[in-house]
């Protein structure tokens, strides 16, 4: 007994020795979404989702393990409830959100100076806020074009770093691309009269790998990055189906490489802040071009403000159409504000308009925490334009938006 009682006694004082090493948090929200106009090939009006994330991380002295995973539904069809869909949920290659997904799982490794994370992870690169070029490893979730959430990638990251220098250098043995709107629903703006049945996508079997070196000078701070791989976003195959009287489209995913580069100094009272990426292709129907962004960025107190321009320089066109929200949001002016009013309180602001007026987007909300746990945003984006330009043909799209979350 008391040999049961000793081990019972040291199994609670080991527990509670790793209880220190372990920490979890996550939330529970519930979003709705209103629509004033109805669209050719989406007549709803009102949409509601609910997400479920749970999030843990466990320390030992030289090794950290992280894993995130979620949970959600929706009334629009939105969510993936075929097995089928889920088979590529941990890549996130399915049409629709997987109803249950991996967001995170890895292991970090660090010694002195450097640090080597294996597995699903969040990666993000460059200094731009408005539009990021240089952001290759990390797709998005473009179900709703103006409201995206980044996806993780399955990859192998070491980090070199001194306090002037660091050294980021990215493997990724598969490419998770990001997702498109469906086809039946209102962010896919489709030909009108001409039926579209898309076909299973065609993913490339390539590897995908980047460096990128940062440094901190005494007047600024600056980068040079390289990407090898493929792009997140795809072109199309389009082909008449005259059989069936429709168009077959078909996904698939070009071979990108990519120079990059980025810089901050502050300048008095603002911040500026430089970025800039050019792309080639080896794969014929994929355009060559080049991303910049220049801003400005003032943090005063509560008050944040950002603004600047987004450019593109196409210096090889070629015919296949895509989808990249990233080049659509170029040629324009781009601003960013946000106001913290009180320890419960927020406003935040935003606005893309295209430099020959055919598009616009601007998005406003309020944000407020009731309690330690619960927290409302309240929200709307208006879309009007041009049906030719890329913002302008999501004129039917304005949308109220409203967000309750419970953290935990």
């Known amino acids: 007994m008391r040999v049961w009682a000793g081990a019972t006694v040291y199994l609670v004082l080991a527990l509670a020795a790793h209880a220190q090493n372990f920490s979890q948090r996550g939330f529970i929200e519930?979003?709705?979404?209103?629509?004033?106009?109805i669209a050719p090939n989406d007549s709803a009006h009102v949409t509601g989702s609910a997400l479920v994330r749970y999030e843990a991380f466990y320390k030992l002295t030289n090794l950290r393990f992280a894993g995130a995973f979620d949970a959600r539904e929706d009334t629009h069809q939105q969510t993936a409830s075929e097995w089928s869909e889920w088979s590529g949920r941990w890549w996130d290659r399915s049409r629709r959100r997987p109803l249950f997904a991996v967001r995170r799982l890895s292991a970090t490794y660090t010694r002195g100076r450097l640090s080597v994370e294996a597995g699903k992870q969040l990666i993000r690169w460059g200094k731009a806020d408005v539009l990021?070029?240089?952001?290759?490893?990390?797709?998005?979730d473009f179900l709703n074009v103006v409201d995206s959430e980044y996806l993780p990638v399955t990859a192998a990251r070491a980090t070199y770093g001194t306090q002037a220098d660091t050294l980021d250098v990215i493997f990724s043995p598969r490419l998770t691309p990001s997702r498109v709107p469906l086809l039946n629903q209102r962010w896919a703006v489709l030909p009108p009269g001409i039926p579209v049945h898309e076909l299973d996508p065609d993913f490339p079997?390539?590897?995908q790998f980047g460096a990128r070196w940062n440094h901190i000078g005494a007047v600024a701070e600056y980068s040079f990055s390289f990407y090898n791989g493929y792009d997140h976003l795809p072109l199309f195959r389009v082909q008449p189906n005259y059989a069936?009287?429709?168009a077959d489209t078909q996904r698939y995913y070009p071979q990108m490489r990519m120079y990059g580069a980025d810089a901050a100094t502050p300048l008095g009272p603002v911040t500026l802040k430089g970025e800039a990426a050019y792309f080639t292709s080896n794969t014929t129907t994929a355009d060559e071009y080049g991303l910049w962004v220049v801003q400005l960025e003032r943090q005063s107190g509560e008050l944040s403000l950002v603004a600047g321009y987004a450019g593109e320089v196409v210096t090889q066109r070629r015919s296949a159409p895509g989808f990249s929200p990233v080049r659509g949001f170029t040629r324009a002016v781009v601003a960013r504000a946000g106001y913290t009013i009180d320890v419960n309180r927020s406003v935040a602001f935003e606005a893309v308009v295209r430099q020959d007026g055919k598009g616009v987007y601007a998005k406003a909300e309020y944000s407020r925490a009731v309690g330690v746990h619960w927290r409302a945003t309240a929200g709307a984006a208006l879309l009007r334009g041009d049906p030719t330009d890329f913002l302008g043909k999501y004129r039917l799209n304005s949308h109220a938006i409203l967000t309750l979350r419970y953290s935990f």
């Open 30 to 37: 519930t979003t709705g979404l209103v629509y004033p106009q």
């Open 132 to 140: 990021t070029p240089t952001d290759r490893f990390a797709p998005r």
């Open 205 to 207: 079997g390539g590897t």
């Open 244 to 246: 069936l009287m429709r």
